[in-house]
């Protein structure tokens, strides 16, 4: 179920036709739904299907925005043809009602939804929240909030860029989808939302799906595992063809993070046309059969695969959901691991094995849905023996991003070792080669050690070359690299923003979050910093001290908290009304429409 602050949610028109004699439109959604391809191979004609739509989207008002949906490899296609005058905004990854398996690899289970506008500025819609489920056991919320409850909305959580409350059946209607693209985008300049379904006029080929060949290689290239200082791409230099097993890569994003000694803020042309150098040197380094993944934001993901499709073959866009904080109106959680294979991919690994030792079983297995991942939850459901996880799919839910600094050593952007650990087992054997270029503190190549992999990883910085080769000689003495460090405020964030020095409180900064609530429910608004200094127990410069910014003061008024456990509530209707309740009283929305087509799945 979701909820959305809209003006009014827009009217649903169904058109027909093909979208080559769609002519003239006022500002609209329009929405257009494709065939789920499998492979390149089954697209018919698929330039000049992509030349369609690029006319169509040329032919919508400038104040119109585009969604299409299909299968994440033809919106990579898409995404990488687009006209200049449509902007992609969103990749929103959704659920399959249907997940389609596949011989001796990950069962796929999700279908790409993208977002397009014909502005520039920042996306328009919304507030859209999505209620929250919970788990079966300990009956608290499926999301964990870390101890910031009073920031979060009672109602829901801010939609985000991956949907896994409802699906889409490539078979059907998307009727869910439907309505929640209706409500998302119900703002003034809207009317319509005009679904025009395509799948009758370009169904899919059924066609085999051809791969690269590659000579059978497989040059020996090292003894023993390696740790390398320098630049990765005159070190892959250095490194034979085909010699490597699994390839993986996190490169720096561009998105300006506080490395060590990295520019990570240069032209976008620039810094692909660098990322294209690199890749190239690593598909010429897999072995073939064997599998390079990258991970990076979407946008970044699909021009990877711009480069990647004429040197290797697509296998996989992997969709990390890193859980993240309520930040912006469409939270973004969506990372992508796009991956590809030496010509065709041998069995999936993990599958063409007959054993797992613990450390792989645990990585390879994905909670159920609505299972929490509360370790105090697990470990009681362990100790229940209650099965309440199963062999990954493509949708990995279960693995937050590293949220404390206790987690961290001092590299700004650490991966949580359980990827490492999943990608690691499902791709590789034991004695198998792993290389990443982009080591930073050494997530990948520990994780190797620690699963009985050889490992090569290259960095660019002293520091956190230093960093590794320290970690590493205390998994050889023993110590888990992983343990947690005492947070002593200093470590670098993953932001240019200086963090502020860790510092005692007079009182708590929930405590003065807790004080503006008071207040802004005292004058029935949020208060100004003029009114805080008037109402306020506390000085000001409390607030000016502790806060980054006045919105983050006001931020826990601008929600209602919550409590993990379940409400008991009575009917979806009730939930609604008591939901209304909690917006805004000020009447600014004229209707508000709740989809309650959907209950839990
Ligand atoms: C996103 S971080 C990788 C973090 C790593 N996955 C971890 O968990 O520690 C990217 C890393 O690439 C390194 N780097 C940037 N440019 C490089 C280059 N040309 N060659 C090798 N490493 C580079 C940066 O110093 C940074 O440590």
Redesign the pocket.
Known sequence: MHLSENALSLKKRIIRSSIDGVINFPPNLEFIILPYYKSLEEIPNSNSLINKINTFISRTNESSTIAILTSSLFANEICTKLNDDAHLKLWIAVKLTNPIERKSYLTDSHSALLILTRYKSSLKHTKTRIGYTYCPICKKTTKDYGGKKHLYHEFGTLVSDVWRDITVDFDNYPSEIINRLSDLFGISQYEYINVYDQREYFKPNNKETKYKIYLESNNVYLKESTLLL????E?LRNIPDNSIDFCFS????NLN?K????D?NIDTQKYFE?CDQ?LSELARVLKPGHTLAV?NIPQGGIRHFKHLIGLLDYQDWIVWEGLSMPVRMIMPSHYSIICFSKGQPRELPALSRNHNSILEKNAIEIKKENYCIRSSCITKRKRLNIKDAEFTSNIWSDIHRLKHNSQRVN?????PPMI?YRLISLFTNENEIVL?????????TLAAQQLNRKYVG????EI?HGM?IKRHEELTNGINPFHKIKDDGHKVKNSRVERLKKQKYKVSKKVLQLEIKNISKKIGHIPSKEEVVSYSKYPIEYYENYFASWGEVTAAARTTGMTEFKKKINSDYEQVETQLKLFDKSNKYKTKRVDTSKTKK
């Open positions: 320098g630049d990765c791409i070190q996190d490169p720096p994003y993070k490395y060590e000694n990295w990570d660098w690199w991970l590299h700004p952007c650490q991966l490492m990443d270029p982009f080591n930073g503190a050494g997530t990948t290259i960095e660019y910085s956190y590794a």
